[in-house]
């Protein structure tokens, strides 16, 4: 750099000014970030321009070697990091990525513009400024599907909201196709928004004719999820070929010592009186030790209508106490004495019970 721009000297160009894309390109290809140190308006104002950003962004693309197509998350972080958030932190916000700005990047770096495409996608999407990414989509012919469905996966990851779907969707991305090769939406992200209760999401896909795998997410829903979200994932597997009944619901949610009470207790709620009951009693009782809520779950049974008659049945020959006494140990048995007390109660046979656990349930 010759004297008339060295930066140690105030800088001033009143006489013989270079155009602008000529100083545009002499301060994106030194240190930005000295010249702005300067405070001169002049210079803000080269570096406030359009031109400046294209030709900042061309150079710290080549410092970066940015490949044509990345082959990880990792390659659009990295090279976001690399590349676009250096303007960033210079201008104080992700704000000069603007319509004119892709626009003229588009015009005068055609090929750089579609190599940074999904960087630029990726930020314009992570802070949720759908049109400008949909404008860099369109312009670009970017394919969504890149990285195997990582991208998209990803983009849901940081932002699971509806609104990003209904962008995937309208720029190109068909739901039910993606959904069938597994490229997304697979057990991972579909088990993390059971976990979350997002119906909203859910219910999305099931509009777009994407098969949930109900059945399996209900086994998470159980134990990490809300009454609502065991509700659709009930209704959804309908439309499955191995619907699943509250019944069957029920004989899950009891084998689970994990599973939410209040779950627990709308399932029970919506099962009809069966020999599932009397199952689903025992189980309680004989997994106690495990699960602080098993007596309340037990007592939602019991105080359900008709449920006398089916909890004092007899499972295979055998009473409830007596398959209850078969599990008994010492370190078990004061949590299951209280079940064995609500059966004397309700009428079931003490016969073979041990004299110990007669004495303790008395």
């Known amino acids: ?9 105030p800088l001033s160009f009143a006489t013989d000014p270079l155009p602008t894309p000529v100083l545009a390109r002499v301060i994106a290809h030194s240190d930005p ?3 702005h140190e ?3 308006a002049s210079v803000r104002a080269i570096i406030g321009s359009t031109s400046f950003r294209c030709e900042w962004i061309c150079n710290l693309a080549c410092a970066a070697n940015v490949p044509h197509r990345p082959k990880a998350t990792d390659d659009i972080i990295r090279t976001t990091n690399m590349v676009l958030d250096p303007i960033t932190e210079l201008v104080g916000s992700d704000a000069w990525i603007s319509e004119n700005f892709i626009r003229a990047l588009e ?3 055609p090929r750089l513009f579609i190599t940074l495409a999904p960087y630029l996608v990726w930020t314009l999407l992570l802070s949720e400024r759908q049109r400008l990414a949909s404008m860099v989509a369109t312009h670009s012919h970017l394919d969504l599907c890149i990285l195997n469905g990582q991208f998209v996966r990803d983009l849901l990851e940081n932002k699971p909201f509806v609104w990003m779907l209904e962008w995937l969707e309208s720029n190109g991305l068909e739901m039910h196709d993606f959904h069938q090769q597994e490229k997304c939406f697979n057990m991972s992200i ?5 976990m979350s209760s997002r119906i909203d999401l859910l219910s999305f896909l099931a509009q777009h004719h994407t098969n949930l795998p109900a059945r399996s997410l209900l086994e998470y829903a159980l134990s990490h999820s809300t009454p609502e979200t065991v509700d659709f994932l009930v209704s959804h597997s309908s439309n499955n070929q191995n619907p699943i009944s509250w019944n069957d619901l029920l004989m899950m949610a009891c084998t689970d010592a994990m599973t939410r009470l209040d779950v627990f207790q709308h399932v029970v709620v919506n099962t009809e009186p069966s020999i599932v009951w009397t199952f689903a009693a025992c189980c309680l009782a004989s997994h106690a030790m495990l699960d602080d809520n098993a007596y309340v779950k037990f007592s939602a049974l019991r105080n359900s209508s008709n449920a006398e008659q089916w909890l004092t049945r007899s499972l295979r020959g055998r009473t409830p106490i007596e398959c209850l006494c078969e599990r008994l140990t010492y370190e078990n048995m004061p949590y299951m004495s209280p079940f064995i007390r609500d059966y004397l109660a309700l009428g079931v046979s003490a016969t073979g019970m041990p004299s110990i656990v007669a004495i303790l349930c008395q």
Do not use: G, I
């Not at 750099?1 to 000297?9: F, I, P, T």
């Not at 579909?190 to 059971?194: A, E």
């Open 38 to 40: 300067l405070r001169s």
């Open 107 to 109: 015009y005068h770096r």
């Open 33 to 35: 970030h000295k010249w």
């Open 190 to 194: 579909l088990t993390s928004w059971v």
């Open 1 to 9: 750099m010759d004297s008339a721009l060295s930066l140690s000297e």
